[in-house]
T-cell receptor, first 117, second 114 residues
Framework: NAGVMQNPRHLVRRRGQEARLRCSPM?????VYWYRQLPEEGLKFMVY????????ESGMPKERFSAEFPKEGPSILRIQQVVRGDSAAYFC???????????????FGPGTRLTVL | GESVGLHLPTLSVQEGDNSIINCAYS??????FIWYKQESGKGPQFIID?????DKRQGQRVTVLLNKTVKHLSLQIAATQPGDSAVYFC?????????????FGQGTRLTINP
């Protein structure tokens, strides 16, 4: 399967614990995006990363949330000290970065559904 | 801020009929739009895209129309099938200082009646 991979698919955490969500982009893709989706809503942009660089984190909460995309391995979205309001589906997308970035298509993974008890 | 919205949150059509899903956007500088299909429990699936230098683009059973004058997008699905039941999102690609992100609308739930 050459698609975007995310794991785990489902994650349950108690308030105050840490959540780590992983994303492996499509083969050959070097750009990763994280989005969050609440029930019955559209996806909201969180962060855009390239290898070892955060390009745009304007959609990410300033506290408790962090993201990385190391030179080797998957991209990680980390949520510290989770609260019930963090319960949502978190989707990762990747893109190839075409010569015209304004038309760079993003392909999505299956998502991680985080439930905070 | 968020700039993409949808007129109808739900749409029911008979199997075999055509369906039209609408979307409005507010950023007149946007030049790339994408329709995604999301089935229950899955991630958004790319359907079709359109650049702002076009007003129509066709795929297999789907057509996207772009009206830049009124900043309106629509997705037409011909001869709907049960497998078309899903939530459909339009998304606007925002490019700023070399960084891009998608701004999604609320979504329209399409239900196909047998």
């Amino acid at each position: 399967n050459a698609g975007v991979m995310q794991n785990p698919r489902h994650l349950v955490r108690r308030r105050g614990q840490e959540a780590r969500l992983r994303c492996s982009p499509m083969k050959g893709h070097s750009h990763v995006y994280w989005y969050r989706q609440l029930p019955e809503e559209g996806l909201k942009f969180m962060v855009y990363l390239q290898k070892e660089n955060i390009i745009d984190e304007s959609g990410m909460p300033k506290e408790r949330f962090s993201a990385e995309f190391p030179k080797e391995g998957p991209s990680i979205l980390r949520i510290q000290q989770v609260v019930r309001g963090d319960s949502a589906a978190y989707f990762c997308a990747s893109s190839l970065r075409s010569p015209d970035p304004s038309t760079d298509t993003q392909y999505f993974g299956p998502g991680t559904r985080l439930t905070v008890l | 801020g968020e700039s993409v919205g949808l007129h109808l949150p739900t749409l029911s059509v008979q199997e075999g009929d055509n369906s039209i899903i609408n979307c409005a956007y507010s950023n007149s500088a946007s030049d790339y739009f994408i329709w995604y299909k999301q089935e229950s429990g899955k991630g958004p699936q790319f359907i079709i895209d359109i650049r702002s230098n076009m007003d129509k683009r066709q795929g297999q059973r789907v057509t996207v129309l772009l009206n830049k004058t009124v900043k309106h997008l629509s997705l037409q699905i011909a001869a709907t099938q049960p497998g078309d039941s899903a939530v459909y999102f339009c998304a606007e690609n925002i490019l700023y200082q070399g960084a891009q992100k998608l701004v999604f609308g609320q979504g329209t739930r399409l239900t196909i009646n047998p």
